[in-house]
């Protein structure tokens, strides 16, 4: 009967005593934990970096020689230095050395880090006026495009204008060839022989447009851009502003 009874009063859980077991294994490692850390001794460095931390933290006293030469000069404690207190109020910190580094190589590696950055920035600053270039380079040809489609039109626009007059003056022939617009026919002939007549004349559209206007002013007082036939030269020379798109402008 006393048997039974002690085994009811048992707690039958499933898992309970693995549990149970667990935290007594956790409970004894860390009371090992503890015991070894507090058995264990200090290395030569740990205690001297204790001394030395306490010893900073520790105000000066009376007991030490500069301290107490100071105080027969007038100091006070937590007074700055100086006779008109400019100077420190602080003692100056202590730079202690822990690696194993020669001397130096703080400052070496600095320095690789300054080259570094600086680098970094030239090649930024490189690549910005690289980048700069290119897009004023694009602004000048697209602008130099632009002009020379004006210069183009300018040019047309003059041929047909000479051939007009040169026709109403009875001139079958222009002065050079390219003072007329080429006939619709010429423009439908093969490739090789546009490319002929391309080639046959060596000067450039600037050239053409200002030999021309200067014929039309010349022979027909007639200024392109300002559309106008003038009486004669004087006329021409008093009223027309230039002999160029910019003067007109």
């Avoid at 006070?76 to 003692?91: C, Y």
């Amino acid at each position: 009967y006393l048997l039974e009874l002690l085994t009811l009063r048992q707690d039958v859980r499933p898992g309970l005593p693995m549990m149970r077991r667990m935290k007594e294994t956790i409970q004894k490692e860390e009371k090992q934990k503890e015991a070894n850390e507090k058995n264990r001794q200090k290395s030569i460095k740990e205690e001297e970096k204790e001394r030395r931390d306490l010893v900073l933290k520790s105000a000066l006293g009376t007991e030490n020689k500069g301290f107490a030469l100071l105080q027969k000069m007038g100091y006070k404690s937590g007074q700055a230095l100086g006779k008109s207190g400019e100077g420190i109020v602080e003692p100056i910190p202590l730079n202690i050395k822990t690696g194993l580094s020669g001397l130096g190589h703080e400052e070496l590696k600095k320095r690789k880090a300054e080259e570094k950055l600086e680098n970094y920035r030239q090649k930024l600053h490189m690549k910005k006026q690289a980048n700069e270039q290119a897009a004023d380079q694009f602004r000048i040809r697209f602008k130099n495009k632009q002009e020379e489609r004006k210069m183009e039109g300018d040019l047309r626009k003059s041929q047909r204008a000479c051939q007009q007059l040169d026709m109403q003056k009875d001139i079958d022939v222009p002065k050079e060839t390219w003072f007329w617009l080429e006939p619709e026919e010429e423009e439908k002939k093969d490739e090789e022989d546009e490319e002929d007549k391309c080639t046959s004349s060596d000067k450039s559209v600037s050239e053409k447009l200002h030999i021309l206007t200067a014929y039309l002013r010349e022979e027909h007082f007639y200024c392109i851009w300002c559309g106008t036939t003038y009486e004669d030269s004087e006329d021409l020379s008093s009223n027309c502003p230039g002999d160029s798109a910019a003067d007109h402008d």
